[in-house]
């Protein structure tokens, strides 16, 4: 894992033409806009975790089992934090 010390108008590039952008902080924590390619899904953490358990429960196909162990595998030891940022859903119907 990479960790960096950003500032409010300091961005990040990821290969691929991923932008993030610090835009501010305060005591509630770090709102952060990202800048990807419309066929880049990107979720937050909590919503893909009950995107996994719900397509578990519902007898997901052996494709979306493969998502689900990849996102389980990077989601290990990793604590996770909530966010009110609006976010693209890899799922239809997601927020």
Do not use: C, F, Y
Not at 17 to 31: A, E, K, Q, S, Y
Not at 57 to 63: D, I, L, N, V, Y
Not at 71 to 78: N, P, T
Request: net charge negative; proline share 4%; hydrophobic share 35%.
């Amino acid at each position: 894992m990479l960790i960096l010390s950003r500032k409010p108008g300091d961005a990040l590039l990821i290969d691929g033409g991923i932008r993030i952008v610090v835009l501010g902080t305060d005591h509630r924590g770090v709102r952060l806009g990202i800048e990807a390619p419309a066929s880049v899904g990107i979720v937050r953490e909590e919503i893909a975790s009950r995107i996994a358990d719900e397509n578990r429960r519902a007898g997901a196909t052996k494709e979306d089992r493969k998502w689900l162990e990849a996102l389980d595998e990077s989601q290990e030891g990793e604590p996770s934090e909530p966010g009110d940022e609006e976010s693209k859903s890899l799922a239809s119907g997601g927020s």
